[in-house]
């Protein structure tokens, strides 16, 4: 029967990545696992990323990635270029003249083709021998804000009085070499030398007179109110230029951000584009495959992708420790049969405001950390359910414990019975009281119970349990049902041992004490000090958890603090 894509749903990756491995083994491989936090190798080649990367994109889904990738690169060049304006000195003429077409036509149509309203003014180098280099690629109105017609008049004009002065020096020399070459002292006395004084007088007066004619270039000084900035762009002194800029400024400033604004949103639209046309090729992928692998946080993430695959069956692991909201998050129109695996008697889902959870005077009424497993199977009438009688991971000594208090049909395994006991112990499960008081819970910070005499006595107990042969990976795990414990445990113990701690622990210990950031847990501790290879043997393996995230395979654990010790 072809009931299409089965969706598991897990609350951790941890167990998802266990799930999907169990059906592995079982020879289940069409399966695809969605989401990149999973640390099973053997999974890589089922996750859904992995999967897009090798399989051969349909044409549409291809025609779909390259149109949003060459419209995010044309917008992106278009932002780079705006960027460039803002950060310039003046606003650019693709903005300023848009502007004053609107306000002030006669100055656009000025700085537009660079000539002035009152003469043929071309926007061009001065045909007087004194040429412009550097600037013949700026447009009319760039010339105009910088300035650059008034510096070239400037040094055209500094270039003709130095020229003047050159010829000046130049005609008093050869006066002075006349006066020396072609006088004699009597010349003054007579007729002919008069005459030939006269001359000479009379030519040095006229070229002074000629040097008197000499116009420079008009360069305007005028400091005049904006008000009566109306007129020839190009008759405006720096001053006037820089006001008249710095008044377009904020409207022009106000364009330029309606712009950036929209090519945000062309953006964000390319990369929607981009986004739905690889949910696309995902959906093709799922829709095409027996198991889709998520956990609870990522099937709520990829909700949409969810519902478009439209699974009819969705099968929930420790549904026992899962929200009902994310359950519930999960379902859609297509659901037809929903399958939840737990154990209503476990421990609840965890909500990070203990007024909200079931057990408070106030909790009680919204019930926030009920899952729908457990509110489904204490309803009245309770649903169908099927329950397992047998167990096969607890020395009997420990599952006798929980069979008078929670499961008095439990039956314990051929397998648990012939366990070897515990090396180096006279018993594999006892109980231990002692007298030494906890510590301050304002200590580290952390709100939370801890106990230094319990951190040693389990740090000396696990260098005991090493000694006698408990060296490997998973032998040995210390549990602790408080924060504050295991964030002392793990400072005490980083040193000696290789500690493997839970993800969802250390992000709550990282949470903790960012919030207590001053306090002494922050200021010496380096939770990436965990992994410490160089000083520490290869043998020296433990793994560190809170109650709430451990579950138990194989090995000997040590429960520490108001929880009782178990070796398996």
Known sequence: MNCGPILCICYTNHALDQFLEHLIG???????????????????????ESLMGSREKPFSVRAA?????NEWEAVTKRIQELEKAF??????????????????????????TGRSRYADYEDDDEDDGFQTVGHRDMSPYERWAECIDIKDKERSNRWVLENQKIQREQRNGRQERDNR????????????????GDTRGSQTHHEDKEEERVDLQYIPDTDRPLVNLQDDVWLMSRSERQRLIDSWRPQILGYMMDEMKRLIQQLENAKQAENDARDDFRRTILRQTSVIGMTTNGAAKHQTLVAA??????????????????????????????ILIGDHLQLRPHVETNDLSTDS???KNYNLDLSLFERLVKAKPALDLSKLTVQRRMR????????NMLYPELVDGDNVKVYPPVQGMGANLFFMDHSHPEDSQDEYGLQSYSNSFEV???????????????????DIAVITPYLGQLSKLRDRMKKSFMLVIDERDQEQLDQKEVENEDGPAAANSNINEQVGVRNISLQKYLTLRTIDNYQVNEGISLGVGSSFFDFV
Not at 65 to 69: I, P, S, W
Not at 456 to 474: F, H, R, S, T
Request: charged share 25%.
């Open 309 to 338: 695959v439209a699974p009819k069956i969705i099968m929930c692991e420790e549904a026992g420790e899962v929200l009902e909201s994310h359950i519930l998050a999960t379902l859609s129109l297509s659901t037809q049969h929903l």
């Open 87 to 112: 950060r310039s000195d003046y606003p650019t003429w693709e903005f300023v003249q848009p502007f004053l077409m609107m306000n002030n036509a006669e100055q656009c149509m000025e700085l537009e």
């Open 361 to 363: 005077k106030v909790g």
């Open 396 to 403: 009997p000594e420990i599952s006798s414990i929980i069979r």
């Open 181 to 196: 070459a072609g006088l004699n002292m009597f010349d003054a006395l007579s007729d002919r030398g008069n005459e030939a």
């Open 65 to 69: 990635l390259r149109m949003a990738r």
């Open 456 to 474: 040693g006595m389990v740090e000396a107990l696990a260098n005991y349990l090493i000694k006698n042969g408990y060296d490997q990976p998973g």
């Open 26 to 48: 079982e020879g289940v491989t069409d399966i695809v696992r969605v989401g990149a936090r999973s640390k099973t190798e053997s999974l890589d080649d089922y996750n859904l």
